[in-house]
């Protein structure tokens, strides 16, 4: 029983560099979730996805794309890297109003 | 948008007292739910609230919505060492909304 699972867990990237994350649910859930967290800083949305096909912007989107090509999928991409994006990136998926459950997260650093 | 506040920040017990954790949005919501992390982990979900004035009880632990809809609360009655950690409300305002995460309080359980 798989869950959310993310990959990869862990990455180092220099400033510029790109990279996707990914997160894979199998538990048939509508809604997916992007989240970075911060020290201090509690979840803070990126994007998220109300279904497949759908994307829309949460409170920090910028420097970040989405797609959601496959129900199952969620993939978060950095184009272009900055330090400022260094940050644990948790993604989440759920059945509408319920709750919520977390992958366990990728720790990215951008030197 | 939407704001869910939580305070306080940071609280620090003695082994065997009480911690409370308070949780405030600037809408009404639909439902709210409390997720706990562990140093390390990610987080994980303990209980969802849906109705005014609801209060739920897991062991020590009590959850309470308000009246209102609109703010919130998480008693643990004699903590212990197990109770360390991020403890997170998270609320949306309705189905299609995202779930919106305050900061979060960090609970340290001192022996």
């Known amino acids: 029983n798989a869950g959310v699972t993310q990959t990869p867990k862990f990455r180092v990237l220099k400033t510029g560099q790109s990279m996707t994350l990914l997160c894979a649910q199998d538990?048939?859930?509508?809604?997916m979730y992007w989240y970075r967290q911060d020290p201090g800083m509690g979840l803070r949305l990126i994007h998220y996805s109300v279904g497949e096909g759908t994307t829309a912007k949460g409170e920090v989107p910028d420097g970040y794309n989405v797609s959601r090509l496959k129900k199952q999928n969620f993939l978060l991409g950095l184009e272009s890297a900055a330090p400022s994006q260094t940050s644990v990136y948790f993604c989440?998926?759920?059945?509408?109003?319920?709750?919520?459950?977390f992958g366990q997260g990728t720790r990215l650093t951008v030197v | 948008g939407q704001q869910v506040m939580q305070i306080p920040q940071y609280q620090h017990v003695q082994e065997g007292e009480d911690f409370t954790t308070y949780c405030n949005s600037s809408?009404?919501?639909?439902?709210i739910q409390w997720y706990k992390q562990r140093p390390g982990g990610h987080p994980v979900f303990l209980i969802q609230?849906?109705?005014?004035?609801e209060v739920k009880k897991q062991k020590r632990l009590t959850f309470q919505f308000g009246e209102a809809k609109k703010n919130s609360s998480l008693h643990i009655t004699a903590t212990q060492t197990t109770d360390v950690g991020t403890y997170f409300c998270a609320g949306s305002n309705s189905g299609n909304t995202p779930l919106v995460f305050g900061k979060g309080t960090r609970l340290s359980v001192i022996a």
């Open positions: 989440a998926s759920s059945s509408w109003t319920a709750e919520a459950f």
């Open positions: 809408t009404t919501l639909s439902n």
């Open positions: 609230l849906v109705k005014s004035g």
């Open positions: 538990m048939n859930h509508e809604y």
